[in-house]
C-alpha cells in the first residue's frame, strides 16, 4: 500500500477563498482522521471518522471548516471563506483499530498558506 | 481535561542514550503512544505501552507509571538522523480522539 495519500502537497490561497484538501485513506483502515498543526498550537485533531461516520467534530474551529468522507476511500477537508489565520499543515491519518491498537498512520501533509 | 507536558528541546550527542519525558493529567486512558517527526514530514509512529513496565523496540524504549502519570521515551546509541521532534500522545477512554503533547525537538550532536 502506498500509504495515506493527502493532496496537494502545498496550497497557497487569498483570504476569502475556498480552500478543499483531499486524503485517501490506507485501504482496510476504518479510522480517519483530520489534524491541523501550527507551532502556536501543535497537533489538533479536527475531526474524526469511523467507517465513514463522523465521529467527534468537537475540533473543527468554526463552521467554516467542513468535512465529508464519501466512501471508504476518499475524504475533504473543505475550509470556505479561508482566513489568514487558518494557515498551517493539515495531515489526514487513518487506522484500524482492534482491541487497543491505536498506530496511526499519517500522510504527508498538506502546508496551507493563506495569504 | 486532558493534558500532556514534554520538555520542549533536548540536546545529546551521537552515540549518547537520552530520555524524553511526558507527563500527563487525564481521567483515563488507553495507553501512552510515541510519534516522531522530522521537519517536514509526517508523524510516524514509534510505539505504545497499554501496561505499566517498559516496551523495547530496537534502540528505543517506552516507559510508562500510570500511578506517576509518567512515561518516557529512551533512544539509545543516538544517531544524527535522530535529530526530530518526538511526541507522546493518549487515547482517553470512551473514544478514539488522540490528544498529542506540544512536542519535543531532539538536537544530536556528533
Known amino acids: 500500500d502506498a500509504g495515506v495519500i493527502q493532496s496537494p502537497r502545498h496550497e497557497v490561497t487569498e483570504m476569502g477563498q475556498e480552500v478543499t484538501l483531499r486524503c485517501k485513506p490506507i485501504?482496510?483502515?476504518?479510522?480517519l482522521f483530520w489534524y491541523r498543526q501550527t507551532m502556536m498550537r501543535g497537533l489538533e485533531l479536527l475531526i474524526y471518522?469511523?467507517?465513514?461516520?463522523?465521529?467527534?467534530d468537537s475540533g473543527m474551529p468554526e463552521d467554516r471548516f467542513s468535512a465529508k468522507m464519501p466512501n471508504a476511500s476518499f475524504s475533504t477537508l473543505k475550509i470556505q471563506p479561508s482566513e489568514p489565520r487558518d494557515s498551517a499543515v493539515y495531515f489526514c491519518a487513518s487506522s484500524f483499530h482492534r482491541g487497543q491498537n491505536t498506530e496511526a498512520f499519517f500522510g504527508q501533509g498538506t502546508r496551507l498558506t493563506v495569504v | 481535561g486532558q493534558s500532556l507536558e514534554q520538555p520542549s528541546e533536548v540536546t545529546a550527542v551521537e552515540g549518547a542514550i537520552v530520555q524524553i519525558n511526558c507527563t500527563y493529567q487525564?481521567?483515563?486512558?488507553?495507553?501512552l503512544s510515541w510519534y516522531q517527526q522530522h521537519d517536514g514530514g509526517a508523524p510516524t509512529f514509534l510505539s505504545y505501552?497499554?501496561?505499566?513496565g517498559l516496551e523495547e523496540t530496537g534502540r528505543f524504549s517506552s516507559f510508562l507509571s500510570r500511578s506517576d502519570s509518567y512515561g518516557y521515551l529512551l533512544l539509545q546509541e543516538l544517531q544524527m538522523k535522530d535529530s526530530a521532534s518526538y511526541f507522546c500522545a493518549v487515547r482517553p477512554t470512551g473514544g478514539f480522539k488522540t490528544i498529542f503533547g506540544a512536542g519535543t525537538r531532539l538536537f544530536v550532536k556528533a
Open positions: 485501504s482496510g483502515h476504518d479510522y
Open positions: 487525564t481521567s483515563g486512558f488507553y495507553g
Open positions: 505501552n497499554a501496561l505499566d
Open positions: 471518522f469511523n467507517n465513514n461516520v463522523p465521529i467527534d
